[in-house]
Each structure stands twice: as structure tokens, then as C-alpha cells.
């Protein structure tokens, strides 16, 4: 798998920016450092991952399982 991935980077995309994965990480990491010194009582409240899929509302849960329910929607 390595092998693949270093294959990519260095041969099929060599000029993209890996890095900027943790860059913006970074960047929402200061971003959430100062909206909790700024409002401690919110930040609490409030999750902590960016990409944190988990909460999602049970609405966007629901259209989800709704558009799989027949198998006339599949490509294959």
C-alpha cells in the first residue's frame, strides 16, 4: 500500500500539495483554540472534530437510507 501511495505522489501527481491536509488542520486547531479563550462556555458545548461525522441530525440520516431503498437506483 505504500508502495501505491508513494507511486501516486511522485509519478501521477506530483505537483499537488500534500501538506495541505495539515495545514488546514492546524488552522481549524488555532481557529478553535480561540473561540474557546473567547467563549469558554460555548466551546465546551461544542464537538470537537472537524470531520466528525457522527452527529449527524437524524434527518440527514434518514434521506440517506431513503435513497438506497430500491434497487432500481443501483448501477450495477
Do not use: C, G
Not at 7 to 36: C, G, N, S
Not at 55 to 67: L, M, R
Amino acid at each position: 500500500l505504500d508502495d501505491a501511495v508513494n507511486h501516486v505522489k511522485t509519478e501521477l501527481m506530483p505537483d499537488y500539495d500534500y501538506e495541505i491536509f495539515e495545514k488546514r488542520q492546524e488552522e481549524w486547531e488555532k481557529m478553535q483554540l480561540e473561540e474557546a479563550k473567547n467563549n469558554p462556555q460555548q466551546a465546551s458545548s461544542e464537538s470537537t472534530a472537524p470531520n466528525d461525522t457522527s452527529a449527524e441530525s437524524p434527518s440527514t440520516a434518514e434521506e440517506a437510507s431513503k435513497e438506497v431503498d430500491s434497487e432500481e437506483d443501483m448501477s450495477w
